[in-house]
């Protein structure tokens, strides 16, 4: 009964370079929400996909920011040249897709990054 | 422009007291209100929900209230216990089957011996 995985739990990055972050929904949801907390601020919505397809990417930087949710393996949140105001907890959640409760979201552990 | 708002960011109850959260939210299209309690380096946790067209939903010791044409909802935990401390996230959802939450910015509920 594995919940919502998210790795790595902590990265460090140098300014300029990449960060991949992944996530790994519920067993049985297919939709994959990323969300971003900056310190002693609530959680802001960045991206919703489904598989194989952004919904919604409203909240998401246009610049150096992208997200994917392949066929296959987990959900990614690419963050190309990392500045320090990218330094963030970034939560991921998922929620059933066809069937079951469509409105409550179950979030990850969250990746804490630092850009250094 | 916040949408959903927590405007107090901190509270101290004794144990086996009354916790009252409160959460005011500025959106009409929202139809969906979640409370999440998140401890410090963990995600949230998915605690209790409502749904626009209830007043009321009760859950064990938490029940959370919705006053629409206030535009308010508040969470209740009785009695409240030390293990309740932790913040608290009022979330809102707009109408459709999935779509993005609405987060407010936190209350930091600290349940005292």
């Known amino acids: 009964n594995a919940g919502v995985m998210q790795n790595p739990r902590h990265l460090v990055r140098r300014r300029g370079q990449e960060a991949r972050l992944r996530c790994s929904p519920m067993?049985?949801?297919?939709?994959v929400y990323w969300y971003r907390q900056l310190p002693e601020e609530g959680l802001k919505f960045m991206v919703y996909?489904?598989?194989?397809?952004?919904?919604?990417e409203s909240g998401m930087p246009k610049e150096r920011f992208s997200a994917e949710f392949p066929k296959e393996g987990p959900s990614i949140l690419r963050i190309q040249q990392v500045v320090r105001g990218d330094s963030a907890a970034y939560f991921c959640?998922?929620?059933?897709?066809?069937?079951?409760?469509?409105?409550?979201?179950?979030f990850g552990p969250g990746t804490r990054l630092t850009v250094l | 422009d916040q949408q959903v708002k927590q405007n107090s960011p901190s509270l101290s109850v004794q144990e086996g007291r009354i916790s009252i959260l409160n959460c005011d939210y500025t959106n009409s299209m929202f139809d969906y209100f979640l409370w999440y309690k998140k401890y410090p380096a963990e995600g949230p946790t998915f605690l209790i929900s409502?749904?626009?067209?209830?007043d009321k939903n009760e859950d064990g010791r938490f029940t959370v209230f919705l006053n629409k044409s206030a535009k308010h909802l508040s969470l209740h935990i009785v009695p409240s216990q030390p293990g309740d401390s932790a913040v608290y996230f009022c979330a809102a959802k707009g109408a459709g089957t999935a779509s993005k939450l609405t987060f407010g910015t936190g209350t930091r509920l600290q349940v005292t011996l």
């Open positions: 996909l489904q598989k194989e397809n952004i919904i919604d």
């Open positions: 067993k049985g949801h297919s939709h």
């Open positions: 959640a998922s929620s059933p897709g066809s069937s079951g409760t469509y409105n409550e979201q179950f």
């Open positions: 409502i749904s626009s067209i209830k």
